[in-house]
Every structure is written in C-alpha cells, then in structure tokens.
C-alpha cells in the first residue's frame, strides 16, 4: 500500500487538481462479457489483478468534452462479496461562463477530459503520484482508516460537470459574441448507467453496498442510488453517505428553501428531468426534488441512508447561493439574477453571514426532513480548518503538522470531525462504523460553534466587527 501521509500536500493544493502521469494501472477486458460475480460468487468472471486499481470505459461513455470516460475497480484481495463506491467531486457548471475554463466563474473539474492512470495518478505533488485510496480514507486499504478496507471498491471520475445528474448535450454561447460557442456533454448519469451495465459482468452478487462521495460526489451519490440499489445484481442490503452534497427540501411550499433557484437551472441545463422521471414517485420529485432522500428512505425501508456535512461549510455554500442572492442596500438578503458578477461577494464580511444564513435555512429543512425517517441520518459538526469545513471523509490535512500524518495517519486522518454525543467523542469514521451497523441509526448536530468565523453566523454570536475581522484579517 502507498503511503498515505502523501495526501495532506496534495489536497493542501486544491481538492480538483487533475492527477497525471502514464497510465500504468490495469486495463480490464472483462465486464461487458463476462457472467459470473467475484470474491466467491461462484461466477465466471476473473479479475485481471486484486487490490490494484484496474481502468475501465463503459462503451459510448464520454466526458463533456466528448473524450472517453473510465472508471476503476479495486477488486478484494479477500474475496468479499461487497462493494464501495466513491463519487469524485469536483464543482458543477451550467452556463457558458461556468463551463468555459478561465472566466473566473466557479466551475467545474476536468472539463478536458480525465487524466491517464487517474486512481493511481489522481494528484500529483513535486513529480510524486497520490492515488485515490489516500486522498479519500474511505477507499483506504487499511482497517484503522476505513471500516471497508477490505471491500470491492469502485472510484467514479468526475469529468461532465452535472454532479453525475446530467443527461443531454448543450452548446453554450457566449452572451457577449465574442467567444466561440461551447459545446458541453452533461451526461453524468448516462455515464453512471453505462458503468452499472458494465460492474454486472463483475458482480453477479452484491451483499452489502455502500455508496459514497463528497461535494459534487455527494450529490451523485444520493442521485444515482436508487438506480445502483436497482440496476446491481443481487444487492442484498444498501447504504448511503452523502457527503457535503445535500439534496436540500426545495418544495414551492418551503417558504425557507434557499437552494430552489439553483435547482430549477440546473434542472434545465442538464435535463435532470429525465433521471426523475425514471425514479420512483417521480411525481413527488417533480414537484420538490429536495425530496429525494424521503424517497429513498421510503423506498428501501432497511437501508439505511446519511448525510453529513459541516455547518460553516464555505465551498459548496457559495456555489449554491453566490449567483442567485444579493444583499440589498438594507442589508436583508434578496433574490439575484447572474449577470456577469456575483450577488454575494465571498471577501465581504455581510456576504458570508448572508452565506452561512443561506446554509442554515437549508440545514434546518433538511435535518426536519431526516427526523421524519427511521432509516435517515444525519452527521453534522460545526467546522474546521480544512478545505474551508468542506467535506468531512476527506483528510483533516490543516489540522496537524504534516509530520505528525506522517507517523500517524491512521489516527489523525479524521481529526476535526469530531462530535461529543451522549456516548462519548465520534468522528466520522466513527459514524460509518455506526452506519454499516446493526444499530438504530443516529444523528448528530454540532451546537457548539468554534472556529474564526463564529461572529459571521446568525443569531446571538453575530458579532459584525469581529466578522469583518475574521473575513479580512
């Protein structure tokens, strides 16, 4: 196993930087053919090598540029019968000034196709290759760092910037005419399908599934379970950890839903309607498809599905907000329409307080929605350092030395995760512990604010000097 310690650099660096180098990893030749399942199944199908990451391409799967898409499998050295996924994150774009690189609009990751060897080369530091297994701990080999080590594992790529709900091709024009039109494949979930098609020539039994990922991922993960629980041979029992890519109540009748405004554009520019469509109670999603995870839950009542993200998250927050908020000359947060500029400026201290009260109202919707389920869950703590608090299964890489990840990562890679519950400190490993478990599924939430930017939260601790303070040091 790669060393692990690797990672902090690397993320320190951006969590979307494109890995590179040869494409050294295995090229598998089964999948579409073969008919039998692996680790005991009893089926046909052999893996060409286990506990390395093999590339696969999905027959017809492509990437927004049109280039081919790949996936890769990390088939058990253990012969387990069960299976991990993790989605990549990396950003979304749905109009010609997020989805052309450089118009310093937040977009989204590879939009020039994916990196050779990416599970292996998935970041690059100094000339050093980082693989995938050390950049998200999930997918980590060792049993101190994730209670799947030993499971099949599936890294899903990110390259069509739709958080993998997109099922159409688009051609963006520049609304100035001064730039070439570009055309954008938004075919994520397409590509998720093909890539069930071709697993079910590896996997002809599936005990237990756990489907993952962060940001962008998290969002693809909660899309895409319903037709992973569905389309996989034999899945006997399901979880969900939708990670820092809420799916947020979004109903005409939610007079708090924040996040509305973006899902009706993007419903449009990605065409997510077809994927709801093909849903169950598809009318419900239509309607409010902040809904999903009732759904879900209601449609597999012995999964059991969990979100978990950090309350002062300040990444995906401004995605889903920036661009269709501003704050009017009273300073009462408004409606916004893009028009080149950002309604909530992520440098100006009133913004962020407007971001993080955004956030809040979505939170409060969503942790009402989970209450109302058994088989719902929720972990949510306050912040940290790392990555701007956003995603919680990635490694707490700013809150240690490096040195100290490098003697013990197994201990520190989930520092700042941490929550004190009635039983005791639990961090998110511990939850995905909690989650693979036989136990009634708990939640967490993090009352007790900590971290610089306290006084920028609604509420009592506001404090608008100390704010400007933590926002412009």
């Not at 990893?25 to 286990?50: H, I, K, L, M, Y």
């Not at 990751?109 to 693989?131: C, E, S, V």
């Not at 849903?279 to 009732?294: E, I, V, Y």
Request: with cysteine; glycine share 12%.
């Amino acid at each position: 196993m790669k060393n692990p310690w690797f990672l902090g650099c690397g993320l320190v660096l951006g969590l979307c930087v494109a890995g590179c180098g040869t494409d050294s990893s295995a090229d598998g030749t089964g999948g579409s053919g073969a008919t039998g399942g692996v680790g005991g199944a009893g089926g046909s199908f052999e893996p060409p090598v286990r506990g390395e990451w093999v590339k696969y391409e999905p027959p017809g799967a492509i990437c927004s540029d049109g280039s081919p898409y790949a996936f890769y499998v990390e088939f058990s050295e253990t012969n387990s019968e069960n299976v991990i996924f993790y989605f990549m994150g990396g950003g979304a774009c749905w109009d010609f000034e997020s989805c052309s690189p450089g118009s310093g609009i937040r977009g989204a990751a590879n939009p020039n196709g994916l990196p050779d060897d990416y599970a292996n080369a998935h970041m690059n530091l100094g000339g050093l290759a980082i693989n995938v297994n050390q950049v998200y701990p999930l997918l980590n080999q060792d049993p101190a760092v994730s209670p799947m080590a030993d499971w099949n594992k599936v890294f899903v790529p990110y390259c069509t910037g739709d958080v993998y709900m997109g099922t159409t091709t688009i051609t963006y024009e520049d609304p100035n005419g001064v730039e070439l039109d570009n055309e954008f494949h938004h075919v994520g979930h397409l590509n998720v399908l093909a890539m069930i098609d071709m697993l079910n020539g590896m996997f002809s039994k599936v005990s237990k599934l756990f489907v993952g990922g962060c940001s962008a991922g998290g969002v693809g993960a909660i899309g895409n379970y319903y037709f992973l629980r569905t389309g996989l041979n034999g899945v006997e029992q399901g979880y969900l950890l939708d990670d820092s890519g809420p799916v947020y109540p979004s109903g005409a009748d939610e007079p708090t839903s924040r996040s509305r405004r973006l899902y009706e554009r993007i419903r449009l520019s990605w065409d997510v309607d077809r994927v709801i469509e093909s849903a169950p109670s598809f009318d419900q999603l239509t309607d409010d498809f902040g809904a999903l995870s009732r759904v879900l839950a209601d449609e597999f009542p012995n999964d059991r599905l969990a979100a978990t993200h950090f309350r002062l998250d300040y990444n995906i927050a401004l995605f889903s907000y920036e661009r269709f908020y501003t704050l009017d000359a009273g300073g009462a947060i408004v409606p916004f329409d893009f028009d080149g500029e950002v309604g909530l400026d992520e440098n100006v201290a009133a913004a962020r307080t407007a971001i993080h009260t955004l956030w809040w109202d979505d939170t409060a919707l969503l942790v009402n929605q989970y209450d109302s389920r058994d088989n719902l869950g929720y972990f949510i703590p306050f912040w940290r350092q790392t990555n701007s608090s956003h995603c919680v299964t990635i490694p707490g890489l700013e809150e240690n030395p490096l040195g100290d990840l490098l003697v013990d990562f197994a201990g520190l890679a989930w520092d700042g995760t941490e929550i004190d519950t009635d039983e005791g400190e639990m961090t998110i490993h511990d939850y995905a512990i909690h989650l693979l478990s036989d136990e009634p599924l708990q939640s967490h939430f993090e009352e007790t604010g900590e971290g610089p930017f306290v006084p920028c939260t609604p509420g009592a601790d506001f404090d608008e000097v100390a704010c400007e303070a933590a926002v412009n040091p």
